[in-house]
């Protein structure tokens, strides 16, 4: 019996950190084990935002390492770039005839870019969604792991679907339509920035941000500085969310009766007998943080000095990604009437 198709993509814009780890990548180690799993570095769509390419090449080569350094398997899973797959660009003009520039317009992530960068705002920004959804169709994929920032774009690849399948299936489903994936909520893991302002981020906050590549001492240096308090006002207190990510991460790396020695010694905290010492919580979490990041930091070393294997690597993704693309392009086609002889 063949596997379920699912796909995502990665944003090659900056390296992998704690939250990419616990919120996507190590989702996709369980992914990998159950469907036929098909992974892209969104190189197309990362210029939309970062036109400059000088470095593009160094960011695709190192977000594959770090993801095979994490557990990624070449064997289970296909790895590839997205401009190595010419097929998607075809499926994306076609699907812009069957786009509004109302409804792109209306996109929250589209609208948050031009406040963001008002300065930037180009026709790729606003036809994303279309370039996503030909990610996905074009690869025949049955569902989609998205967070709530990508739900809308989701439904807009199964709007386009069905206007395909409308206008040119004849009742007949030619592009199936993806829904989302959803993990479980006992997986999924957020992951603030260490001064307590929002999420980890690839490209802002360097400093309250742990990444895949810190060395030891810069991840003990980042830890030592994260946002602590003068303890808790009364026992049994509920921590802040910058506290309670101290205690999250430590959930993560730690050991159990580490996390459970820190708990109590919170809980048993009060104004004018503080138990809790962050001083020393912050040092072991930095020590396990340390074990935990090393291994993967010196594997994602080893692939990327590697130049032949992880360009092998690519290569074969390439041929598996165009060859579902290749087939569903056929089939594009011929529905549309775009066979002249």
Known sequence: MSKERILTGIRPTGMLHLGNYFGATKNFLHLQENFDCYIFVADWHSLTTHP????????????????????????????????????????????????????????????????????????????????????????????????????????????????????????????????????????????????????????????????????NELIIKKLKKAKTDQGPETENSTPPDYIENLFTLAKLVSTPDVVEKFRADYANSSSGNTVIRYGDFKKQLAEDMVKFIEPIRTRTEEILADESYLAGIMKDGKEKARAVAAETLKIVREKMGIKYY
Request: net charge negative; glycine share 6%; hydrophobic share 35%.
């Open 52 to 215: 400059d390419t000088s470095t593009l090449k160094q960011s695709i080569r190192r977000v594959l390492a770090e993801n095979i350094a994490c557990g990624l398997d070449p064997e289970k899973v296909t790895l590839y770039a997205q401009s190595d797959v010419p097929e998607i660009a075809e499926l994306y003009l076609y699907l812009n005839m069957l786009a509004y520039k109302g409804e792109l317009e209306k996109t929250v992530t589209f609208k948050d870019k031009v406040r963001q960068n008002p300065q930037n705002v180009n026709a790729g920004l606003l036809t994303y969604p279309v370039l996503q959804a030909a990610d996905i169709l074009i690869m025949q994929a049955g569902k989609v792991p998205v967070g709530k920032d990508q739900e809308q774009h989701l439904e807009m690849a199964r709007n386009f679907a069905q206007r395909f399948n409308h206008r040119y299936g004849n009742g007949e489903t030619i592009l199936p339509e993806p829904v989302a994936y959803s993990a479980d909520d006992n997986e999924l893991v957020k992951i603030l920035s260490l001064d307590g302002n929002g999420k980890m981020s690839k490209s802002e906050n360097h400093l309250n941000t742990i990444y895949l590549a810190d060395d």
